[in-house]
């Protein structure tokens, strides 16, 4: 019971074993490791050895948890609460069959499912984990989900409450006009590079602050 007569468990030991390695160099040495990597995987699963391939398991999902489990070697240790959470939803997504791609960009993970049929679009930011439906990288929102990456780096654990908790209950009982213009997502705004319009704008405004949530998440502004 204990063998692998397709020999795939030394392709997992190589790859855990180069993601370790590449933490020395940084995030460029793990982008690296994961772009050698899906050429391993490309050449073992596909061509002439696609009949060696166990269908019982989804080698996409296999891959996609790689990668997202990845995003824990990019996180500050200030920062990981919010990655931990991240990391959970990434996967809970993957694993339910939620989730097309997921890209290492920008020091990001974006965990993202593709739906054309839908017109639906989100973008959910935990740490350096964008979870999202229908972003590609370079479009607004992922910009603007950038800028959410970058003030959980400079929040550290106040991100939850801060701007996670926060964005969350505008996104979900408050208007798109309120919620744009919440000073978090507005930062978000500023810290991603978003170009301004009326769904990404740039100009705080204060009179946002009478929400109840604000008594225990209270609102710092930046400048």
């Keep these: 019971m204990y063998t692998d007569p397709s020999g795939n468990i030394f392709g997992l030991i190589w790859l855990v074993n180069k993601v370790i390695k590449s933490t020395d160099h940084g995030v460029s040495g793990v982008k690296g490791t994961i ?9 073992t699963f596909n061509g002439s050895n696609m009949s ?3 269908p019982t398991i989804n080698y996409k999902q296999l891959i996609n948890s790689y990668k997202i489990d990845v995003g824990e070697l990019m996180t500050a240790p200030w920062e990981k609460p919010q990655a931990m959470l991240g990391n959970l939803v990434s996967h809970t997504r993957n694993l339910s069959g939620n989730v097309d791609n997921v890209e290492i960009r920008n020091g990001v993970v974006l965990v993202n499912d593709n739906d054309p049929s839908s017109r639906r679009r989100w973008g959910m930011t935990l740490g350096p984990y964008i979870d999202s439906e229908n972003i590609e990288v370079g479009d607004d929102m992922y910009w603007h989900e950038l800028g959410h990456t970058i003030q959980s780096r400079i929040l550290g654990p106040l991100y939850i409450t801060k701007v996670g908790i926060p964005s969350l209950m505008s996104a979900t009982f408050g208007s798109d006009e309120y919620h744009s213009n919440s000073w978090y997502e507005v930062w978000a705004n500023r810290l991603g590079g978003v170009p301004e319009s009326n769904e990404y704008p740039r100009d705080y405004r204060r009179n946002n602050f009478w929400y109840w949530w604000w008594i225990t998440t209270l609102p710092i502004y930046p400048n």
């Excluded at 772009?35 to 050449?43: L, M, P, R, T």
Aim: glycine share 8%; charged share 35%.
């Design 35 to 43: 772009k050698e990597a899906q050429g391993i995987w490309n050449w």
């Design 52 to 54: 060696k391939m166990d």
